[in-house]
């Protein structure tokens, strides 16, 4: 859900006890979207996150933030000017609307004590973040707005701060308990057409959509159910459930929730409190203050879009070089298919060289006997300028230079083959990362192999990560490799001679090793390994597949090879179908 008043509510409350009375120690504007506030002593240091992201918009604290830029932008610098070092007089919330005012006292540059406010206003794609003087008058903003872009309102340096237009709505922990009864019964007996959670949006400051939903969830009542249809029991029943919210809000008692999709573990939403409305999702409500949860909830879509975009990117470079390498792989068939006369010339310079004395001067073409087949006549073209010797000698060097390229050629086609296995093998890599750990290890597997250019941003070495870890149902541990270097480093460094080495057969996947400590394995063993190695591999979605297997000792790195590619000899093969819960079972 948005960053909804009600959540800014508790935020705000959690703010105003911890914050009200520090100073402002350090002030860094990461982004163009977002400011952070290092406030209090070194000893106990409060990073205070204002984000105005259109999609992310918020107000919370948070234990880690994005890393500081080198050089400051401008609005981050004027923060810096007016408020480094100054005092939190207080932070307060426009009811339960989602503007947060935060005083703050200072010296000017004469000395003289100063006030000054910031306004953060969390409005989704209207988000801003306002300095102003203690008159309202507009210092500097993080987005100037002029009346082109908003003819309500001008936030632009020198202008007199105002409040954007707000709807009339009434905030819940300023009414009676009889208000939400009245109102409902009113708006019913108007015959108005309005949805129960369009009506609550409509009526109350600080509701989402979803949290509009989530009341009329709690009243066990349809939220598109128009108001006029509502019967006295249910517009009761819905005033109590508005009653103890107000009565939870009033009296502070919070209880955050954070929301994961149950299968993709994905963050879901938050609220501070408990949502009947994602009862089915996982969940995390570990004694969270709202700060927390929040903080909490924007670090994982943080890392869950850090995620989804570097998959992307890696996919859309990998699918890339695989296009431009089978265009390469297509020209070099072309030109190995041009090289398919190369025995015909050898053939005609040695009919050429064998019938010398036949072939007469000027001539332009002679019919011989092909002394390979006695059957056989082949007529031979000959340039009448030139000797018959001179002639042969020139389909001669034909065949020479064809047989050259045929060469150079089947050995470039072979390399583009391989290429083309590697790179499909990386895809598949990346198809099944499972975080952003994974994904940087091949980002610097790509950049080695220079299908990445390497930036000029200082990265962490990525040190080859730990392979998969399982256990057959005998107890026998079995390894599983997640990307091309740990291939290589689980085949070559980590097991021993007498290991098994399992892969899908003529397919790409991960190398498996079935840790043998010695020790026969047994059948039931070998098959959950092959079942892994299909199911690391693009057969994943196939039945009846073919998984190799031989003695690590059997299985070699050719010089010069890519990442992952290797041959290997002596193997068996096993046909089996790759099955989720069987590796669920196995996974420790």
């Not at 070699?556 to 093969?573: C, E, H, L, M, W």
Request: hydrophobic fraction near 35%; charged fraction near 25%.
């Amino acid at each position: 859900m948005p960053f909804d008043g009600i959540a800014l509510y508790g935020t705000v409350h959690e703010l105003r006890q911890l914050l009200e009375g520090n100073r402002i120690t350090k002030i860094y504007q990461p982004n163009k979207h977002e400011l952070v506030f290092f406030i209090g002593l070194s000893r106990k240091e409060y990073k205070l996150v204002l984000s105005v992201d259109p999609v992310n918009c918020r107000i919370h604290m948070a234990d880690t933030v994005t890393e500081n830029p080198s050089s400051p932008p401008m609005f981050c610098m004027l923060l810096r000017k007016y408020l480094l070092g100054g005092k939190i007089i207080s932070i307060s919330q426009k009811g339960l609307e989602r503007i947060v005012e935060i005083s703050i006292s200072n010296t000017d540059e004469f000395m003289q004590l100063k006030e000054y406010k910031l306004i953060i206003e969390v409005m989704g794609k209207h988000s801003n973040i306002i300095l102003t003087d203690s008159q309202y008058k507009i210092i500097d903003s993080i987005k100037r707005i002029s009346f082109e872009v908003n003819r309500h309102r001008e936030i632009l340096p020198g202008k007199i701060y105002s409040n954007p237009p707000l709807e009339e709505k009434v905030d819940l922990i300023s009414v009676d308990e009889d208000y939400v009864s009245i109102a409902l019964k009113k708006t019913s007996a108007s015959k108005e057409q309005k949805t129960l959670s369009k009506w609550i949006l409509d009526s109350f400051a600080g509701f989402s959509g979803v949290s509009a939903q989530e009341i009329a969830m709690r009243a066990n009542v349809y939220h598109k159910i128009p108001v006029s249809q509502l019967t006295d029991v249910q517009i009761e029943e819905i005033a109590k459930v508005f009653l103890r919210l107000r009565e939870n809000l009033l009296q502070h008692n919070f209880e955050p929730h954070i929301y994961f999709n149950h299968k993709t573990k994905e963050p879901v939403d938050f609220w501070i409190f408990p949502m009947a409305l994602y009862e089915k999702e996982h969940k995390l409500s570990e004694n969270f203050t709202a700060n927390e949860a929040v903080s909490i909830f924007y670090q994982h879509k943080r890392d869950v879009l850090a995620f989804k975009s570097l998959k992307e990117s890696l996919k859309s470079q990998v699918v890339k070089h695989i296009k431009k390498t089978r265009q390469n792989l297509a020209y070099l068939e072309e030109r190995l298919n041009k090289t398919s006369d190369l025995e015909k010339y050898k053939l005609w310079g040695d009919l050429l060289s064998a019938n010398l004395y036949q072939i007469k001067p000027g001539q332009n073409q002679v019919l011989l006997p092909n002394f390979y087949n006695q059957n056989e006549k082949i007529l031979i073209p000959l340039n009448e300028k030139l000797t018959p010797s001179h002639n042969a000698q020139i389909y001669f060097n034909r065949y020479k230079k064809l047989k050259a390229t045929k060469e150079i050629v089947k050995k470039r086609i072979n390399d583009a083959l391989m290429e083309i296995e590697y790179l499909e093998s990386t895809f598949l890599n990346i198809e099944q990362s499972k975080n952003i750990e994974d994904l940087s290890e091949i980002l610097q597997e790509l950049e080695s192999q220079n299908y990445i250019k390497r930036t000029k941003q200082k990265r962490h070495k990525v040190e080859v990560s730990k392979p998969l870890r399982f256990k057959s149902s005998d107890g026998t541990i079995i390894y599983v490799g997640k990307n091309n270097r740990q291939n290589d480093f689980l085949t070559f460094k980590k097991s021993k001679p007498d290991d098994i080495w399992l892969h899908a057969k003529n397919t790409p996947g991960s190398h498996v090793i079935i840790e043998t400590q010695g020790k026969v394995v047994s059948d039931e063993t070998l098959t959950e390994a092959a079942i892994l190695a299909a199911y690391f591999s693009n057969g994943r979605d196939s039945s009846n597949v073919p998984v190799d297997y031989t003695l690590v000792r059997h299985v070699k790195k050719p010089s010069g090879a890519k990442p992952g590619f290797v041959i290997y000899d002596r193997q068996k093969t096993l046909y089996v179908t790759p099955d989720e819960k069987t590796v669920n079972n196995l996974s420790l």
